[in-house]
């Protein structure tokens, strides 16, 4: 029989869900579960927390839950585990790994952190241009925290070749987590783009989890899934022609259909032909989608292109704060005294000379997302929370927001509900750049440790 084999999903962010993974490990029958935890503002937002917490570790804030929820069942069932949560300290994630493992009494586990990915020391020299204005990437020296090459599957096969059972890493690109099983399981050459499309796209979706289940497909009414709150993380069996058929564990909720893999299959790709990853250039336009079964739908056809000579690397900065509140009013006329309210604040902001280079008042439950695209003649909503926000330079400056906020509980008007703030009002503002830089430059570099 061909070879196949089962990769499964245990996260698509940072903020996603434990239990799902846990499943995943007890009843999927996986051979691997691959976690992908990054978004373009984590390693930012960790290097950020590393400057005002010492104590900070660098890596992914639940990775200790995740992984106690996964460890005992992926040990005793041989399933490998590759994650990214490492963020800006994967060997420490390496590290916490294996004492978590000792603390389960599981010895002569090999965990291998990957690292590399982290070029903030050097990037304005070996970057130019900024992707989204075209300005010299030296511009943002002032204001520059962190900087992150997305690397490829490579240095994850490496640490699979040599009998790593979990391993760890930085920013690598989340697709390039779930292909490099399949690399190292069949033996594909890193430059074989007619292999590594396919399997770059199968990576594609499975990064996002439950998306691809029906999570964020589900829309009540019109795409309607079972048990909308099990939702199972999907699971891929991968064939080494780079077919696969996407299913999830028995028993979850959600559902794995046409619908939903086509829908996965096109988020957040700009064009489908040339969708470009560190590994390789992937074709999505040839692919072929079959539904064999409840909840398995076969993927097959995928093509790809080979791989660009550069990475892309993405270049966080300051940019400032952001002073945010907000307060409310129900019943009939909330959205006249809402507007009322709006125009005491921009007085008041006069007043108190707030500086912002930006500011805007949104009316939550009216016009907060479609903002100036409202229709004129949109019903008026029975409850509005009226949002405030201004972009400044300093923190002192975004501090007027929550002062003035606060001063609407009594010299605001009438029915104004207050919020007590539980939390800082203002925080500062990361922006995330990106560049090019020549992947030859970007090495990595495998480390292990062992339970």
């Known amino acids: 029989m061909a070879k196949t084999i089962r990769i499964g999903s245990g996260a698509a962010w940072w903020g ?8 995943n490990a007890e009843r999927g029958d996986l051979d691997y579960l691959c976690f992908e935890t990054m978004a373009e503002a984590t390693v930012s937002a960790a290097q950020v927390r590393s400057r005002r917490d010492p104590g900070f570790p660098g890596y992914d804030t639940y990775l200790e839950d995740r992984m106690r929820a996964v460890l005992p069942a992926c040990m005793r069932r041989g399933t490998r585990i590759i994650s990214n949560q490492g963020w800006i300290n994967p060997a420490a994630a390496a590290e916490r790994i294996v004492e978590l493992l000792r603390e389960l009494g599981i010895s002569g586990v090999k965990v291998a952190a990957v690292t590399g990915s982290l070029i903030t020391d050097r990037v304005l020299d070996l970057t130019d241009r900024i992707l989204e204005n075209g300005e010299p990437t030296s511009t943002l020296a002032p204001t520059l925290i962190s900087a992150e090459a997305y690397m490829g599957a490579e240095p994850i096969v490496e640490a699979l070749n040599a009998g790593a059972h979990i391993v760890v890493t930085g920013r690598v690109a989340d697709p390039s987590i779930f292909m490099a099983p399949m690399m190292h399981e069949f033996g594909w050459d890193p430059l074989d783009h007619s292999r590594l499309g396919p399997g770059n796209g199968l990576g594609h979706l499975l990064e996002c989890g439950a998306q691809v289940t029906g ?3 589900s829309d009540p009414g019109f795409k309607d899934v079972p ?68 909840d398995r739908v076969r993927v097959s056809g995928i093509s790809g292109k080979p791989r660009t000579p550069t990475l892309k690397v993405s270049i966080g900065c300051t940019e400032g704060f952001i002073g945010e509140d907000m307060f409310f009013y129900a019943g009939p006329g909330a959205l006249r005294r809402s507007k009322l309210a709006k125009r005491i604040l921009e007085e008041r902001f006069k007043t108190v000379n707030l500086q912002a280079d930006e500011f805007r008042v949104d009316f939550l439950g009216m016009n907060a997302i479609h903002g100036d695209a409202t229709p004129d003649n949109a019903p008026e909503p029975y409850e509005i929370a009226v949002r405030v926000a201004a972009r400044t330079k300093t923190r002192e400056e975004a501090a007027k927001v929550g002062r003035e906020v606060d001063g609407m509980a009594v010299s605001g008007i009438a029915h104004t509900g207050k919020r007590v703030p539980h939390q800082d009002r ?26």
């Open 227 to 294: 048990e909308p709150w099990n939702f199972g993380f999907p699971i891929a069996e991968v064939s080494e022609d780079g077919s696969a058929v996407i299913t999830k564990a028995p028993d979850t909720g959600g559902a794995v259909t046409l619908q939903t893999v086509k829908e996965q299959l096109l988020y957040e790709v700009h064009d489908p032909a040339n969708y470009i990853t560190p590994d390789v250039v992937v074709d999505f336009t040839t692919v072929n989608l079959e539904a064999i079964g409840p």
């Open 215 to 217: 999570g964020y497909f």
């Open 426 to 451: 203002t925080r500062e503002i990361i922006g995330v750049w990106s560049s090019l830089v020549p992947r030859e430059h970007v090495p990595a570099t495998v480390t292990y440790f062992e339970s």
């Open 16 to 23: 996603d869900r434990v239990e799902p993974a846990a499943v």
